[in-house]
């Protein structure tokens, strides 16, 4: 049984950091897609970054290109989200989803992601 577990969320200032874990066990994750992805108040799930666990390719939404960066530890099983620059905007709950099925066409919609975590809040004060 696949397990995400998300940590790092916070209260931060804007133009501050935050680092996002996602500790992922139950299996082996080669050739899986690890995603994160966030969702604000009355708004729709959405994606925030991706990063395949063979070879390392990531994909970023281009509302955070150039200030978050997606990575992953293969001996610990876990994947990261440092997120800096924050913006009252990244203000969310943000969750880590995995796949083993996902495409580049498939990747930013969050239906297609099997695996969830329970989500971690991340609150950017103005």
């Known amino acids: 049984q696949v397990q995400l577990v998300e940590s790092g969320g916070g209260l931060v200032q804007a133009g501050g950091s935050l680092r996002l874990s996602c500790a992922a066990s139950?299996?082996?994750?080669?050739?899986?897609?690890m995603g994160w992805f966030r969702q604000a108040p009355g708004k729709e799930r959405e994606f925030v970054a991706a990063i395949r666990w063979s070879g390392g390719s990531t994909y970023y939404a281009a509302s955070v290109k150039g200030r978050f960066t997606i990575s992953r530890d293969n001996a610990k099983n876990t994947v990261y989200l440092q997120m800096n620059s924050l913006k009252p905007e990244d203000t969310a709950v943000y969750y880590c989803?995995?796949?083993?099925?996902?495409?580049?066409?498939?990747?930013?919609?969050?239906?297609?992601?099997?695996?969830w975590g329970q989500g971690t809040q991340v609150t950017v004060s103005s």
């Open positions: 139950g299996r082996t994750f080669t050739g899986y897609t």
């Open positions: 989803a995995a796949d083993s099925r996902i495409t580049v066409p498939t990747m930013r919609a969050w239906v297609e992601y099997d695996y």
